[in-house]
């Protein structure tokens, strides 16, 4: 984990936490009024230090019965941080659905002359996520606990086996077996669908190849050695190059990656200690149409399609027509269906895949700027029964200065999909502590609450100049406890405004909002 200064930087509960849910008691220096108050052990952990300028919030409640059983600060706003993505996510599943799967089609545009196309070939962007880049054997969409995207800043990250050209690939070998094994024009990428604001960072574009990032792996070898470099996925114009240098066991992993202005020459640099575990690193793609347009020239060619136009360069959607003809769809890559998507949004806590879905919320509308699925997503919480005055957002990640949430609103989106058939499809959707997701590893030990959290966790931290100390703007998390007699409540639990000396107290703090709820499952009745 890194945080950078200069701005606020959205961990999104993607790190590695430690909790144990057997903290002493030390004090009680807060009370809820509820049930006798709050387990002594939670209050001993608010009255922490780290959160002597911080404010608390707490809503616990028994949907089933309408029964509040903790509350602290209920109706005031919260920094959520990845939280956020419980309204972000809920929306584009309840509005396209959760069985919607997107189609990107093929057209081929011109005449046949035997197998070669007189014309051009457009890839039309749908908004997919992951193009197959993710998609498993069975269908599904592969994810590990800490996602390749936040390799620049949380320890641990690791790839997926799946390749993020198979969507291409597949969408290519479909143009070779509809006849063309020649294209006497162009590839062009159709990414006319949508267009993002600055709001939306990372910024969704129509058509995404894996995540719109270069992953580059560095794995050690021997002291004083170079160390190996592989990178993915390979496509025109893309280069790199490594310095990094393998130091002896025990010595200072640390690895830099710098890029050209237009993204295409990267370049690694720093250690890699001896027998330390391969470190990811990613670099951003600047121009995703012009990197997905020249990588589906180049799976043509695998296929053993050849194209006139030179593979690199930029991508030319303005001739394209408003409408396709009838008969020229050539190929298509359909995706799996979205409640698979949202599973990797909510499990890893995908930004990307976050913003993306006020992306399609627009489009919804027949809008092409992204910024027309907020009104969706508000008509969208008023009929789900959130009050809408009580989440205010310019994003879907949670990342946006202006996010606010209310512990009331996040019991309230919840205990909507109670009411819901996909009740139990979203819940096993979120983060389980203790088994997967970004809290896998937040129930060590003797851990009674293991498997029975259902939660998504967020975090904003950023660095403090003035005191030379880490802000922790917001350690939040939101989900369900499961009871011990198979009931559900619905719980928000959050602290604004802690402050820790380093990365390691962050991690406290997530350790300490993950052991309340560790806490309160095991109090639940």
Not at 87 to 116: E, K, M, N, Y
Not at 273 to 288: F, H, K, N, W, Y
Request: net charge negative; with cysteine; hydrophobic share 40%.
């Amino acid at each position: 984990m890194r945080v950078q200064t200069g701005r606020w930087r959205v961990l999104s509960g993607a790190v590695l936490l430690a909790l144990s849910s057997t903290a002493t008691a030390t004090t009680a220096a807060a009370s809820d009024g509820h049930d006798g108050g709050l387990d002594p052990r939670i209050t001993a952990i608010m009255a922490k230090p780290a959160y002597q300028h911080a404010q608390w919030g707490l809503l616990e409640t028994d949907p089933a019965t309408g029964r509040v059983i903790h509350e602290m600060s209920p109706d005031q706003f919260f920094i959520p941080g990845s939280v956020t993505k419980l309204f972000s996510v809920s929306a584009p599943w309840h509005v396209l659905g959760p069985d919607h799967r997107f189609t990107t089609p093929v057209h081929a545009l011109g005449a046949r002359d035997g197998s070669a196309l007189d014309g051009d070939l457009a890839l039309v962007a749908q908004g997919d996520l992951t193009m197959g880049g993710r998609t498993t054997p069975d269908g599904g969409v592969a994810f590990t606990n800490i996602d390749h995207t936040y390799a620049n800043d949380v320890p641990g990250a690791t790839l997926t086996p799946e390749d993020p050209l198979a969507g291409l690939d597949l969408i290519a070998h479909q143009v070779r077996d509809s006849g063309i094994t020649e294209v006497r024009g162009d590839v062009v990428v159709d990414d006319r669908l949508f267009t993002a604001g600055p709001n939306l960072d990372p910024h969704p574009t129509p058509l995404i190849i894996n995540d719109n990032v270069i992953d580059l792996l560095t794995t050690a070898t021997t002291a004083g050695s170079p160390a190996q470099l592989s990178w993915r996925p390979q496509v025109a114009p893309y280069q790199v190059t490594s310095t990094v240098r393998t130091v002896p066991a025990g010595g200072t992993t640390d690895i830099q990656v710098t890029a050209s202005p237009d993204g295409t020459r990267i370049s690694l640099s720093g250690t890699i200690a001896e027998g330390a575990q391969p470190v990811l690193r990613i670099s951003t793609v600047q121009d995703p149409s012009a990197f997905g347009r020249t990588a589906l020239i180049e799976a043509l060619a695998r296929a053993g399609v050849t194209v006139t136009a030179p593979p690199t360069g930029p991508n030319h959607p303005d001739g394209l027509p408003g409408d396709y003809p009838d008969g020229s769809r050539v190929a298509a890559y359909v995706s799996p269906p979205y409640a698979d998507y949202a599973k990797l949004i909510l499990k890893v806590s995908h930004n990307l895949g976050a913003n993306l879905g006020i992306c399609l919320l627009a489009v919804t509308t027949g809008g092409h700027d992204c910024d027309d699925g907020f009104p969706v997503l508000r008509d969208f919480l008023a009929q789900a029964g959130v009050e809408p005055t009580q989440v205010q957002l310019l994003d879907g990640r949670g990342g946006d200065p202006v996010d606010r949430v209310t512990p009331r609103a996040v019991n309230q989106i919840l205990a909507y999909w109670l009411r819901t058939p996909d009740a139990e499809r979203f819940r096993t959707s979120l983060p389980i502590l203790g088994v997967d997701g970004s809290l896998a590893d937040s129930c060590p030990g003797d851990c009674p609450a293991r498997g029975k959290v259902f939660a998504k966790p967020g975090t904003v931290a950023g660095f403090d100049a003035v005191n030379q100390r880490i802000a922790v703007g917001a350690q939040t998390l939101g989900g369900y406890l499961e009871t011990a007699d198979g009931c559900l409540h619905t719980f928000f639990v959050g602290a604004n405004g802690a402050s820790a000396p380093d990365i390691e107290g962050v991690i406290d703090t997530i350790t300490d909002v993950a052991g309340i709820a560790a806490i309160l499952q095991e109090t639940a009745h």
